[in-house]
């Protein structure tokens, strides 16, 4: 089966610029992840969808990162204004359920000058 | 909340040798447990999990028994090849409600040398 698409691999933007990365999970799964791995760190969940209702989005910064997940298949995620801190990679994951397992795309490098 | 605690890195091994990375984990009721992989420039991918208590997870070659008492979860390989330099994350799965996404340690990364 296709794994998990992301888009862009790489962006460099300037602080205070806005930026949208792009994911397409793996056709079926109804549950869509959003991780943030900076340097040196573990991945950090940002948000998480079930078709297209947010279940948990406890962990995003709102103020600044917005996501959405129209008819419950790809998703977008924004950061506006980007700050330099979060110069990260932004992981899309996609699962049919606990059981089965999570499904990592290759991740977008973000890097904010 | 729930936590992962992993043994700093780099851990550097000789080729052959015995490998062991320390993964102990706070969280309420039975969470599942996952040891994740990055090779270099690769994505994240799954090495093995466990999901209850005194499972065992194995996977080429590496295996981690889920530990309630201790509440551990630790990797071991009994001999590492060159090819098994990468990052190893351990991870968990909270036991209650919808929200499922995982929570990683901080990652080890281990290079071994020929």
């Known amino acids: 089966e296709a794994g998990v698409a992301q888009s862009p691999r790489y962006k460099i933007i300037e602080k205070r610029q806005s930026v949208a990365f792009w994911c397409n999970p793996i056709?079926?799964?109804?549950?869509l992840y959003w991780y943030q791995q900076i340097l040196g760190q573990g991945p950090k969940l940002l948000i998480q969808?079930?078709?297209?209702?947010?279940?948990?989005d406890s962990q995003l910064p709102k103020d600044r990162f917005s996501a959405e997940r129209l008819k419950g298949v790809d998703s977008t995620l924004k950061i506006q204004p980007a700050k330099l801190e979060d110069s990260a990679v932004y992981l899309c994951a996609s699962s049919s359920g606990r059981a089965a397992g999570y499904t990592f795309g290759s991740g977008t490098r973000l890097t904010v000058v | 909340g729930n936590s992962v605690t992993q043994m700093e890195g780099p851990v550097t091994l000789s080729e052959e040798a015995f490998l062991t990375i320390n993964c102990t984990y706070t969280a309420t009721g039975y969470p599942s447990l996952f040891w994740y992989v990055q090779y270099p420039g690769e994505g994240l991918q799954l090495l093995l999990k466990a999901t209850k208590a005194d499972d065992k997870g194995s996977n080429k070659g590496f295996e981690a028994t889920y530990r309630k008492e201790t509440t551990s979860f630790h990797l071991e390989k009994g001999s590492v090849q060159v090819s098994d330099s990468a990052v190893y994350f351990c991870?968990?799965?909270?036991?209650?409600?919808?929200?499922?996404?995982?929570?990683f340690g901080k990652g080890t990364h281990l290079i071994i040398q020929p």
């Open positions: 991870a968990l799965i909270g036991s209650g409600g919808g929200a499922d996404g995982l929570t």
């Open positions: 056709s079926g799964h109804a549950t």
């Open positions: 969808f079930q078709n297209n209702g947010v279940v948990d």
